[in-house]
């Protein structure tokens, strides 16, 4: 996504996970890759995010694409070189996909720190019934410890029969305590009269905790800007503390091996950057959440200013270290 792009309205994502044979994952990750290539042809496509397993918390690979309207996304789901892929990598899956479109800019979008993203099925003509309990349990759960966001999203014809909730939470323990909490699971009980089945699937991402959202349940912002924040202070942390740490003290004074002074300097590059990111983040905050009047002027001085930062950065390290 360009600094230049319009505002988020109207914009969907496509939300897909999927559960991969261990002995498939160089060919699925071979297979994503290719089918990235084919997706960013397509009319509307914004970006797309993928978050890789992370054992044990979250076995699925998670794919976010974004679009500039439903039209655009389902145009994509349903296109012959999609469906060709999908008939390719079949044999690679555990089960099928799950595959759900939501709206962009509102509580419960992912990606987040972590998100449970239910899919329930209703039996026929129990729809009213199943409102008045996600209303119930969507009370519920906004008391739970660490909560940060819920979505509803119903049935779009077409493209999806079931019912999807994204839960957000700011740590998988305060969410696994949710779904495993004797209040949740007496209403779980409480739905089974209307309930032809659900399941839920765990989805983790990098860098979002480190990110201030703006307004409450509003979207982080997109993966471009926390990306380039990232690598302004990554690049200087990681050249500073090779300068006066690794090479005099690792290397140097306790003679340590290469790989192994390596591993502790990206040790404290993470709990550095634990610290600073946050702190810079919150000040960046007019360029990370722009408001929607002057979004385009507003994305561009953000980038020049970052992208400047980084080229003296350069020049002084180049010309001084």
Known sequence: MSPQDPPASGRVSIVIQTRVK????????LWQAD?????????GFIEQTVIPPSPPEQVDWVIVQRFASEANAVAWLN????????????????????????KDGA??????????????RIKPG?????????????????RAPGFQGYRFEPPIAGVQEDWLSILRFDTEEHLQAWMDSPERQELLKDASSFTEEF??????????????????????????????????????????????????YFLGWAKLPFPVA???????????LNYAVPWVSNRLGWWLNPAAKGFGR????????????????VFIFTRFF
């Open 79 to 102: 296109s012959p070189d999609r469906l060709k892929r999908v008939d390719g990598v079949t044999p690679m899956l555990v089960g099928s996909d799950d595959v759900h479109i939501v």
């Open 298 to 313: 507003v994305n561009l001085a953000g980038w020049a200013l970052l992208s400047a930062i980084c080229l003296v950065m």
């Open 262 to 272: 390596l591993f502790l300097s990206n040790i404290a590059s993470i709990v550095l």
């Open 107 to 120: 509580a419960g979008a992912l990606p987040a720190p972590v998100a449970a993203v239910i899919s329930t």
């Open 35 to 43: 089918t990235n290539k084919i997706v960013q042809t397509f009319p």
């Open 22 to 29: 261990a002995e498939f994952t160089e060919a699925f990750a």
């Open 199 to 248: 399941h839920t699937r765990i989805a983790r991402s990098g860098f979002d905790q480190w990110f201030p959202s703006g307004a409450p349940g509003a979207a982080p912002p997109p993966a471009w800007k926390m990306n380039l924040v990232v690598l302004m202070l990554l690049y200087p942390i990681v050249f500073l503390f090779g300068i006066y740490v690794v090479n005099p």
């Open 126 to 142: 129990q729809e009213p019934a199943y409102r008045r309990w996600e209303q119930r349990i969507a009370a519920a759960q906004t």
